[in-house]
Nanobody, 120 residues
Framework: QVQLVESGGGLVQPGGSLRLSCAAS????????LGWYRQTPTNERAEREL???????????NFADSVKGRFTISRDDAKNTIYLQMTSLRPEDTAMYYC??????????WGQGTQVTVSS
């Protein structure tokens, strides 16, 4: 059974930091590219925004312009875990954050999400 379980979300003040984790199981983790997406609470019909992505074997990373220089994505293939280190958080970073694993054959898996709220 495929599972992606996010953790680490919560309430943080502007300028603060959070580290999200996503533990995966049930598929060949190292063969998949991985990403973190977010969806704002004001428009649940909006597409999930790609925040950061990392290729298999950590070969490449890319980030949304809005988070460049503030967020870092990493993976630990030995632990089947993805991380998103978020610093200098802003109120506009408030969203539900989802991890995703995707394969070049089109297979994609999603986690259930973890809420991040940036507010004073």
């Amino acid at each position: 059974q495929v599972q992606l379980v996010e953790s680490g979300g919560g309430l943080v003040q502007p300028g603060g930091s959070l580290r999200l984790s996503c533990a995966a199981s049930g598929f060949t983790f190292r063969a998949y590219a991985l990403g973190w997406y977010r969806q704002t609470p004001t428009n649940e019909r909006a597409e999930r925004e790609l925040v950061a992505a990392i290729g298999s074997e950590s070969a490449t990373t890319n980030f949304a312009d809005s988070v460049k220089g503030r967020f870092t994505i990493s993976r630990d293939d030995a632990k089947n875990t993805i991380y998103l280190q978020m610093t200098s958080l802003r109120p506009e970073d408030t969203a539900m954050y989802y991890c995703s694993a995707y394969h070049y054959d089109g297979t994609r898996y999603w986690g259930q999400g973890t809420q991040v709220t940036v507010s004073s």
